[in-house]
């Protein structure tokens, strides 16, 4: 990426002014971190001023993000450090970050890119068939213990579309059915 913390903050600073997602509590979350954790950054004079619930956050915010860029490099590193401690989805929602992530090369890294819940890698087919699996199974427990006439037959019937095995079992239960 190459920009410094305060160069990225400049590109982002009409991102953060604009974000809905940064509430109240968020932001008083982040000034508190910065005033708790590094008062050299921000004093509890400054922190107090920032804190004001008077005052609209989306002014808190721009006000917080020129005074930090006032400060330098250091302090706008703790920003980013707090903002992503705190509101992890704004973070990467940043333009920085995108562009950081869209410049990152897939063959280098494929572990970027790659889904999140994989549970498996037999793909939608085979849920299919277990889920038919499993629906057949259920229909023939619950039209087993019902006594209603046709029944067995709408079961044969239901065993056209299934695989092999399942076809057997449905057509047999059909037949043994029948047999009564």
Not at 8 to 24: G, P, S, V
Not at 92 to 99: C, D, K
Request: net charge neutral; glycine share 6%.
């Amino acid at each position: 990426m190459g920009d410094s913390f305060h160069d990225q903050l400049m590109e982002d600073a009409a991102f953060l002014r604009a974000e809905r997602r940064l509430d109240t509590d968020l932001v008083d979350k982040i000034i508190l971190q910065l005033n708790r954790i590094y008062p050299q950054i921000l004093t509890d004079k400054e922190a107090t001023k920032f804190r004001k619930l008077d005052v609209p956050t989306c002014v808190r915010l721009s006000e917080l993000v020129t005074h930090l860029q006032a400060k330098g490099e250091e302090a706008c590193r703790e920003f980013y450090r707090a903002l992503h401690l705190h509101v992890e989805d704004v973070y990467y929602s940043l333009p920085t970050r995108l562009r950081l992530r869209d410049s990152v090369d897939p063959l280098t890294y494929p572990s970027a890119f790659k889904e999140r819940h994989v549970m498996n890698d037999k793909g939608p087919m085979f849920f299919m068939g277990c889920f038919g699996v499993a629906v057949g199974m259920a229909l023939v427990y619950y039209l087993g213990e019902a006594k209603v006439t046709g029944g067995s037959r709408a079961l044969g019937m239901a065993a056209l579309g299934l695989k092999r095995k399942a076809r057997e079992v449905l057509v047999w239960y059909t037949e043994e059915s029948l047999m009564k």
